[in-house]
């Protein structure tokens, strides 16, 4: 019997907004359904369709005991894929953004080596673990971005609202890709700001970018993806950007979590 994150693999609806960089993957990832018994094996299917020498291979394997993840991927230039769609998600991701995500490991696993792997993450380790599970990219307008990093919600999804198709919001986080599988109102990215390049050009730009500086000054922003204009039904209704739960005014703390730095992956 086929792993249930295959069975819901087939169900994604890849015409959703989110999932648009992704599309032709998606669509990919069906056909190699067919033959697939992991997801792993439907990951390399992908792979060897591109044909790129820079991609990882994806095994159904986990990294040795005592060794974090993230070295292990640097070491063996393999992925450990899980039957999840977290873990599609992930090796999506990589066949997507191949640049960006070989910057990142390597960040991680330069991290782990001058500093071992301690009771928590690091500024850079911290940083680059939000980005690549709940990260994004928003190319818009200056008048959206000022509303933005002001919480201006109503300005920035209803006084603003045409400016929205001078915009580009691109999901990179993986964990934010699969939380979308099933939407809800408070899933939040935490976005990077972005040139509006061609899309052959979007992870050699966001590979330059990616910084231990960078990340760890944290230069993210909290938006609610379903307030986005045409990605949720419901935000026709401006009532929708009433619930402050969700559209958090400025100043107002967010609840953080701190995962402990270990040998574990999420």
């Known amino acids: 019997m086929k792993p249930a994150a295959l069975r819901q693999l087939a169900e994604a609806n890849a015409r959703q907004p989110w999932y ?20 792993a094996s439907v990951l390399s299917a992908l792979a060897q369709e591109r044909r790129d020498p820079g991609l990882p291979a994806f095994a159904s394997s986990s990294a040795p005991p005592g060794e974090a993840y993230e070295a292990f991927v640097a070491r063996t230039a393999s992925v450990p894929t899980r039957d999840n769609l977290h873990d599609f998600f992930n090796g999506l991701v990589w066949l997507r953004f191949p640049c960006s995500k070989r910057r990142l490991n390597a960040l991680q696993a330069a991290e782990i080596a001058r500093a071992g792997v301690g009771p928590v993450r690091g500024a ?16 818009a307008p200056p008048e959206l971005w000022q509303a933005l990093l002001a919480r201006e919600w109503r300005r920035l999804f209803v006084e603003l609202r045409p400016l929205w198709r001078e915009a580009r919001l691109v999901v990179f986080g993986h964990a934010l890709l699969d939380k979308l599988a099933a939407p809800r109102k408070e899933l939040t990215a935490h976005v990077w700001r972005a040139p509006a390049p061609a899309d052959d050009s979007l992870d050699t730009w966001l590979a330059g970018q990616l910084t231990a500086r960078r990340l760890a000054a944290k230069a993210f922003t909290p938006l609610p993806v379903l307030g986005v204009p ?11 950007y009433d619930d402050a739960l969700v559209f958090r ?18």
Request: net charge neutral; glycine share 10%; proline share 6%.
């Open 20 to 39: 648009a960089p992704y599309a032709s993957l998606l669509d990919a990832g069906r056909q190699a359904l067919q033959s697939a018994e992991s997801v």
């Open 124 to 139: 850079v380790r911290d940083a680059i673990t939000l980005f690549d599970e709940n990260g994004a990219l928003l190319s």
């Open 249 to 266: 005014p400025a100043g107002r703390r967010e609840a953080k979590t701190r995962k402990p730095s270990g040998t574990s992956r999420s």
């Open 230 to 240: 045409g990605w949720w039904p419901g935000n026709d209704e401006f009532s929708f």
